[in-house]
């Protein structure tokens, strides 16, 4: 059977016309054709997988669905803990570590009657890069396995584009939900920072990390936000915001809505490929057609967000992962060892003048927004790279798109937006107010369903 | 300008903060110290010392009980 995103096969599920033991199965059927290519898990979880589809599908049977995420197969990033089942963070250092409890991410997603298939891919502590010197290997983009996924979110974008999972949980500290999104052709929202709880969740740079859906359309990741949206006090930084109805705000329409285009982030600060280019300027009469103005704004160059986030970054995973820096360093991969030596070259200072700038940006970001909805960018400068291009140093190879609103704080969405000369999809970056996720959303949603750039899945599950 | 990164520099901060790498990899990490000092630049704008970050404490009526 040909895999269904999450809203078709909510639909079906309600309608008793598609039964979760079934949709678990032809899932699992896939995962079985395309694991040893993609490397997408770090652990499958089959028996409970099975066994929670009997479960939604027993009360579903009985009392109809509890939502439209009953029945549907996900996965979790393998820096979520998960109670009774292996907890890594793609590490040596944590083999065998067997949390207690679920993060309150899987939690929020269990209650809802989702199905668990497994832990996924990760960079080590979602940092570092592609590794080949970890217990598991890094995961493969499904449009190209000769291709890289983009991080740290890796196995959760290639099998959420395989259709391996109808959705996952993906992580995002520079960029990694909407990295992945991007190189797989997906669409990965960073929500604003305080809306998920990261309670059980490994911290990779406190004031820099978000929880957020990815799936195969903004629709889907807006059923999925719904239920991991909301305050929970065992997250310090968790808001107190009400919680909108995400779906509800996808009109399909743009009428009224007011779009800005950082244009010199990704013409001129870092220009990216054709392709990309291409693909925001589609994007742009898309959503004219649709009704929205568009106009141009301007901010820092993008260097500066970048310097300011990978600072603050340096810093804050020097300091979350200092103990096993000084006593394990050995036992982490080298990239990440890399990542962690840079810690002893950025000083207390040099943080304070970043975190003096963030508020800088921030602001910068608020004036240049207050006559718009949204601001567009790229996602990605181009179509994924291959495995072995990969720079050691990627920090200081290019900035990087994402970067600018984990900075911020502001809710950030890739879609796809194209394909390149390479086969591989390409991605326009859509960027919202505070707490307006919806909006953003309301977006994606409606681009996409103005495109068919999602009737294309990877011909590797064809 | 930030001065080149020395070696006994590199040594003194390394020690700092408990790492200790070979030789391979402090040749790297010079590489990349360039790459870093520019980054420290662009977050240097010009501003004054008393432009500091707000900073609350969150007091909760239980602390001021």
């Known amino acids: ?462 | 300008m930030q001065p080149t990164l020395t070696d006994p520099a590199l040594e003194y901060l390394l020690q700092c903060a408990g790492l200790t790498l070979t030789d391979a990899e402090k040749a790297d990490l010079k590489t990349i110290h360039d790459g870093l000092t520019a980054m420290k630049a662009r977050v240097r704008q010009p501003r004054g010392r008393m432009a500091e970050l707000a900073h609350s404490y969150g007091f909760t009526p239980e602390d001021l009980t």
């Open chain 1, 1 to 462: 059977m040909s895999i269904p995103g999450i809203a078709e096969a909510a639909s079906l599920i309600a309608a008793r016309k598609l039964s979760p033991v079934e949709l678990t199965k032809a899932c699992l059927d896939r995962l079985h054709a395309t694991e040893a290519t993609l490397h997408a898990f770090v652990l499958p979880t089959e028996e409970r997988a099975l066994a929670d589809a009997k479960a939604a599908e027993a009360a579903i049977m009985r009392d109809g669905p509890r939502g439209p995420m009953h029945g549907i197969p996900i996965g979790l990033k393998d820096i979520v803990d998960t109670a009774g089942i292996e907890t890594t963070c793609g590490s040596k250092l944590l083999a065998g570590n067997v949390p207690e409890r679920d993060a309150a991410c899987a939690a929020n997603l269990a209650a809802a009657g989702t199905v668990l298939m497994g832990k996924l891919t990760t960079h080590e502590f979602a940092d570092g890069g592609p590794s080949f010197d970890l217990p598991k290997p890094p995961a493969h983009n499904p449009w190209n396995p000769d291709h890289f996924t983009a991080g740290s979110s890796s196995g959760t974008g290639a099998a959420v584009a395989a259709g391996v999972i109808l959705c996952g949980i993906g992580t995002d500290t520079g960029g990694s939900i909407r990295g992945p999104a991007a190189l797989c052709g997906i669409a990965g929202l960073k929500p604003t920072y305080g809306l998920v709880s990261r309670a059980g969740v490994a911290p990779a740079a406190f004031s820099l990390d978000h929880i957020g859906p990815m799936a195969w359309t903004a629709e889907d990741c807006a059923i999925m936000l719904q239920v991991l949206a909301g305050h929970d006090p065992a997250d310090p930084a968790s808001a107190t915001h009400t919680i909108p109805h995400y779906r509800e705000a996808l009109t399909g329409h743009l009428k009224g809505v007011r779009v800005g285009v950082i244009r010199h982030f990704h013409e001129v600060d870092y220009k990216v490929e054709p392709a990309v280019q291409t693909g925001i300027d589609n994007a742009l009469s898309v959503f004219r057609s649709l009704g929205a103005t568009v106009s141009e704004v301007t901010v820092s160059p993008l260097q500066d967000w970048h310097a300011c986030g990978s600072l603050i970054s340096i810093t804050e995973r020097a300091a979350a992962y200092e103990e096993w820096s000084r006593t394990r360093l050995r036992d982490f991969s080298e990239r990440v060892q890399r990542r962690l030596h840079l810690g002893a070259l950025v000083s207390g200072v040099d943080y304070v003048q970043a975190v003096r700038r963030r508020r800088e940006l921030r602001s910068e970001l608020q004036t240049a927004m207050r006559e718009l909805d949204v601001v567009i960018t790229a996602g990605a400068p181009g179509e994924a790279a291959k495995m072995d291009a990969i720079p050691k140093w990627d920090l200081f190879d290019k900035p990087n798109f994402t970067m600018p609103f984990n900075v911020t704080g502001y809710p950030a969405l890739c879609v796809c937006s194209g394909f390149g000369p390479v086969g591989l999809p390409v991605s326009v970056q859509i960027v919202g107010k505070p707490f307006r996720d919806a909006m953003v959303l309301r977006v994606g949603d409606a681009f996409e369903k103005a495109t068919s750039w999602r009737s294309r899945r990877p011909a590797l599950v064809n």
